[in-house]
């Protein structure tokens, strides 16, 4: 599977080129301040292996690169949600530093959300992004998702404990 987005930005599978690529972006505290603890901060080599061996070894996985120029700049997924919620996936995305505010990541939210809502056939594609996160905010308002609600006090990230904010999408009847 293989998205393209358009000037050269692309959605593909993980592979173990993108090893060295995944540390060096991945390694860095304010890519990992925004994103939740699975993500861990230091980003070593030997979470690089895992996250690859992960996505290549599970085909129901819905976890994605970004590339631009067929160079990893970051990563995007859905992620089913179950019982009540089937119907419903979360999204999620980050971006390596050098590549913030050149519109890479709205284009891959845009591709990632015709791909879940129109191919896998997700009812609702939801984003909870921190309260701070205003770039991440911004991307997701221009696809179309809107802002539902704020979670008083629902993350706790490196000791602080924050608001976050509730942004979704639906398909189409």
Not at 87 to 94: I, K
Not at 132 to 148: A, F, P
């Amino acid at each position: 599977m293989r998205f393209d987005c358009g000037d050269g930005i692309g959605i593909r599978p993980f592979g173990r080129d993108d090893r060295d690529a995944l540390v060096r972006l991945g390694n860095n505290y304010n890519v990992s301040k925004w994103l939740a603890n699975l993500f861990p901060h230091p980003y070593r080599l030997e979470d690089a292996d895992a996250w690859i061996a992960l996505n290549m070894g599970d085909t129901s996985r819905y976890d994605y690169a970004i590339d631009v120029r067929g160079e990893l700049v970051g990563g995007i997924g859905l992620m089913p949600m179950a019982d009540v919620h089937a119907g419903t996936a979360e999204l999620g995305y980050w971006l390596g530093e050098p590549y913030w505010g050149q519109g890479i990541m709205t284009r891959a939210v845009a591709a990632m959300t015709t791909y879940g809502l129109d191919e896998l056939l997700f009812v609702r594609l939801q984003a909870e992004v921190f309260a701070d996160n205003l770039g991440s905010m911004r991307v997701l308002e221009k696809n179309g998702y809107v802002r539902e609600g704020v979670l008083r006090k629902h993350i706790r990230k490196n000791g602080v404990i924050m608001d976050s904010v509730l942004y979704a999408r639906h398909r189409n009847p």
